[in-house]
């Protein structure tokens, strides 16, 4: 599984897009729940297990880039932790995995990093995001904690994302495998979604799916919910009632922590409604539709746009929009049904990378990221290259309160019929979202694809037992 | 579910239990994964939830003790969380189920804090076990986080462990239910305890199985093991073969996060072999000696030992142990095969109160922690009281290290038989945990008894069929 080479030549190429000075990755640490030794899933920093591996907690990975030398900062166990935790490899077994010759225990990094600091060279590390890597920089860097990320190193970030933005075969190779997980859990709630079921029965079984395999662990929490209007939803307290649509928006980790990230709606029962049917077939064609534009050289934000187009055009279809497609696009309109954007970057992260900064990832000088309500929200906007890895995961919403706040103001009111929306009202929401790979021409999907075309999905529902 | 009057109560007593001064409660916050807004599940912390109930992060809450006022510090949701995170119920709303009139912003504690530290009263808290409280507390208090614990408040921490460690029938209910979810994880893991299926596939059910139920989570990580003489083996990689022994330790929450904690040790294949039921016998011996023992007055420590006793005598008759039983318990030499201790608190906490101290819960003035190893390990030696609930679980352990540096330094020479544990250097371990209600005058049972007997468990397994 561990592959050495792998880790020296990623360790090289960012050695390579560096100038001087030393490099500190701190691995995460065991997270508390509600004591100092009860710990939830460890979960390793993704830039850390891109780089070195390995996946347990305390350790430090460091890279000399003047001196071209790689070290690992971790412990040994000692007899009474193989008691508690059995017997364990050494450092400098583990550190061999990664191609790491050195090793040294996790206290010597004050000294290390201590003579680099002193001699005035340049210390470059990421951002860090949980409160014990910014104790753990601050004690180390002399930093007030709060302030550690302004010290980050905007040299190190652009590298890190120029590196884990392209995926390599081996890397795509994993997120094929969490996808496989991803499938399993996505069925497995297909053929759960039935009247007088409480969304935590399927959560709860979906997540033990994703525990059972791979890394052990969802790659986000699980958004199941009949509520699919709300967006982040992570309440699951409701039982189900037939003429639902029960949102599923889920994903698994991989053995190497890469995310597979899908979303499908179901009809609980089985059938989608005649009007569940024409809001549904809209955002099929708009996934449909993105997969079709999707290759290098095409900047996601103009896939979002024309998605967009298909959204409000279906809408206009259906009388609920109206206008001209275009102007009501410009005019963000769409954006009270669609008001998030078309997909993210997806890897060792399900949105890769953004502990790096979300412009820095999905944006760039050519692209900037838009102000208007809706687009604003979109997470990749720039020109796409061979090797990506993005969700394209349109939707359409009935939001009472913000349905309610556009018409109150008038936002949009030539583009949107307000009073056709009030049979609507109690409609609830509708995503779709499959895993692209951008190819040399165009792209494909990752992953076997999970039942998306309401036939297919009634179809499914249907030939099944419930478990 | 909510009943203000309880939180009220626990407030009212609490407050009668220190002197004057201002009390902080931090809730706890989102914990990242792999970057801040990819959250674990939320776990409130525990004495947060036992005096102010609310299960939601970013909440502080605050008790002036001269004014005899409550506040709960937390921000209402804005139209964009709306449409993000659905309608949510307002401050003013939540504080009221806590029992609770007064509401302020999240922002608002500095300058509340503020005053009372520039009047010089006293500012009492618990200590902090995640970083971001520390950080919190230290930004309020202005202190460096790596030293906010040493200001913890001991008036506050021994009045809370006084409260916490007696249970009242709204939380024994709780437990009850708690225990309900264990039972079913525990049955689950039986009937899937079968050669070639792998740890990985029934830990990952069965926390389905917590997630799915109560709070939808597990109260700590499972110990799923075929190697259970590792005792905090977090390990699930391994395949199951016939005539392995499976050692299960596992728990949920319930709703209001009160924790289950029970162990089981299963035969791969469905039956004993005989060497494997001779052990399992003494242990079974052993839990039953334990809840024969416990009620109010008699310290944990003495049941302990006597535990160590029942193991000794049958370690003796298979001629594993030898020489005078109470001496070799006196020597510890039974510390070999039981290196831990047999039980702890459990309520909120699987471990209850652990953040506040181990020997703060578990030791008094009037019993002092062992230093000996083996019962050094025992977290609850103090006299217990009616109300009280805790683990009771021994178990029996062939640790190859821990054998081999006895043998190599001739440590309890005396009372062990090397060469006779040759052929048992492969046997694994085995620990049955249940979890014991003290009543006025004995104790009981939380929940209903899971299969404990060889022959219950043999007949358990045979009669089922596998999911």
Redesign the interface.
Same mark, same amino acid.
């Given at each position: 599984m561990f592959k050495a080479e792998v880790y020296i030549s990623r360790r090289n190429r960012l050695r390579s897009m560096l100038g001087s000075g030393v490099v500190i990755f701190p691995g995460n640490g065991e997270? *508390?729940?509600?004591?100092? =030794?009860?710990?939830?899933?460890f979960?390793q920093?993704?830039s850390f297990l891109y780089f070195f591996g390995l996946d347990m907690p305390d350790l430090v990975g460091f890279m000399d880039l003047d001196e071209g030398m790689d070290l690992i900062f971790g412990n040994d166990v000692e007899?009474d932790d193989?008691?508690?935790? @059995? *017997?364990q490899p050494s450092m400098q077994e583990l550190a061999q995995k990664a191609g790491i010759q050195h090793t040294a225990p996790l206290q010597n990094v004050q000294e290390v990093v201590g003579q680099a600091l002193s001699t005035g060279r340049p210390i470059h590390f990421l951002p860090p995001?949980?409160?014990?890597s910014?104790?753990f920089l @601050?004690?180390l860097l002399g930093l007030i904690?709060?302030r550690v990320r302004e010290h980050a190193s905007r040299e190190l970030v652009k590298a890190v994302i120029r590196l884990r933005s392209k995926k390599d075969r081996f890397e795509i190779d994993e997120l094929e495998k969490a996808a496989a997980i991803g499938y399993r859990m996505h069925t497995a709630a297909m053929r759960m979604a039935r009247e007088g079921i409480t969304e935590?029965?399927i =959560? @709860?079984?979906?997540? @033990?799916?994703? %525990?059972?395999?791979g890394a052990?662990s969802v790659s986000?929490?699980i958004i199941l919910t009949r509520?699919g209007?709300? %967006?982040?939803?992570h309440?699951?307290s409701n039982t189900l009632r037939k003429g639902d649509l029960l949102l599923v928006d889920c994903g698994a980790e991989s053995e190497l922590h890469y995310a597979s990230d899908n979303t499908r709606t179901l009809p609980v029962g089985g059938t989608f409604s005649p009007k569940q049917r024409d809001i549904y077939q809209i955002v099929v064609d708009a996934v449909d539709k993105a997969t079709s534009m999707v290759r290098p050289g095409i900047a996601y934000r103009e896939v979002h746009l024309a998605v967009a187009g298909v959204i409000t055009s279906g809408l206009k279809e259906l009388g609920l929009m109206k206008g001209n497609v275009s102007d009501a696009v410009i005019n963000g309109a769409h954006a009270m049904f669609f008001?998030h954007g078309l997909g993210h970057m997806m890897g %060792?992260?399900?949105?890769d990378?953004?502990?790096l900064g979300e412009n820095n990832v999905g944006y760039d000088d050519e692209t900037r990221r838009s102000t208007q309500f809706g687009t604003a929200y979109l997470r990749l906007g720039k020109k796409l290259e061979e090797g990506y890895v993005l969700t394209n995961e349109p939707g359409i919403y009935f939001?009472p =309160? %913000?349905i309610e706040?556009w018409r109150r103001e008038g936002t949009n009111k030539d583009f949107i019929d307000f009073s056709k929306l009030e049979s609507y009202i109690t409609f609830g929401g509708i995503r779709l979202e499959d895993d692209l790979l951008v190819t040399g021409d165009g792209c494909r999907l990752i992953g076997e694809r999970i039942p998306i075309y309401p036939g297919e999905v009634e179809e499914f529902m249907k030939g099944t037992t419930s478990v």
């Amino acid at each position: 599984m561990f592959k050495a080479e792998v880790y020296i030549s990623r360790r090289n190429r960012l050695r390579s897009m560096l100038g001087s000075g030393v490099v500190i990755f701190p691995g995460n640490g065991e997270s *508390p729940m509600n004591y100092p =030794a009860n710990g939830y899933h460890f979960r390793q920093d993704s830039s850390f297990l891109y780089f070195f591996g390995l996946d347990m907690p305390d350790l430090v990975g460091f890279m000399d880039l003047d001196e071209g030398m790689d070290l690992i900062f971790g412990n040994d166990v000692e007899i009474d932790d193989i008691i508690w935790m @059995g *017997p364990q490899p050494s450092m400098q077994e583990l550190a061999q995995k990664a191609g790491i010759q050195h090793t040294a225990p996790l206290q010597n990094v004050q000294e290390v990093v201590g003579q680099a600091l002193s001699t005035g060279r340049p210390i470059h590390f990421l951002p860090p995001y949980r409160a014990e890597s910014k104790m753990f920089l @601050g004690r180390l860097l002399g930093l007030i904690p709060d302030r550690v990320r302004e010290h980050a190193s905007r040299e190190l970030v652009k590298a890190v994302i120029r590196l884990r933005s392209k995926k390599d075969r081996f890397e795509i190779d994993e997120l094929e495998k969490a996808a496989a997980i991803g499938y399993r859990m996505h069925t497995a709630a297909m053929r759960m979604a039935r009247e007088g079921i409480t969304e935590r029965e399927i =959560a @709860g079984h979906i997540e @033990g799916i994703a %525990l059972s395999h791979g890394a052990g662990s969802v790659s986000f929490p699980i958004i199941l919910t009949r509520n699919g209007q709300t %967006l982040h939803n992570h309440d699951h307290s409701n039982t189900l009632r037939k003429g639902d649509l029960l949102l599923v928006d889920c994903g698994a980790e991989s053995e190497l922590h890469y995310a597979s990230d899908n979303t499908r709606t179901l009809p609980v029962g089985g059938t989608f409604s005649p009007k569940q049917r024409d809001i549904y077939q809209i955002v099929v064609d708009a996934v449909d539709k993105a997969t079709s534009m999707v290759r290098p050289g095409i900047a996601y934000r103009e896939v979002h746009l024309a998605v967009a187009g298909v959204i409000t055009s279906g809408l206009k279809e259906l009388g609920l929009m109206k206008g001209n497609v275009s102007d009501a696009v410009i005019n963000g309109a769409h954006a009270m049904f669609f008001p998030h954007g078309l997909g993210h970057m997806m890897g %060792l992260d399900v949105h890769d990378m953004e502990d790096l900064g979300e412009n820095n990832v999905g944006y760039d000088d050519e692209t900037r990221r838009s102000t208007q309500f809706g687009t604003a929200y979109l997470r990749l906007g720039k020109k796409l290259e061979e090797g990506y890895v993005l969700t394209n995961e349109p939707g359409i919403y009935f939001i009472p =309160a %913000l349905i309610e706040q556009w018409r109150r103001e008038g936002t949009n009111k030539d583009f949107i019929d307000f009073s056709k929306l009030e049979s609507y009202i109690t409609f609830g929401g509708i995503r779709l979202e499959d895993d692209l790979l951008v190819t040399g021409d165009g792209c494909r999907l990752i992953g076997e694809r999970i039942p998306i075309y309401p036939g297919e999905v009634e179809e499914f529902m249907k030939g099944t037992t419930s478990v």
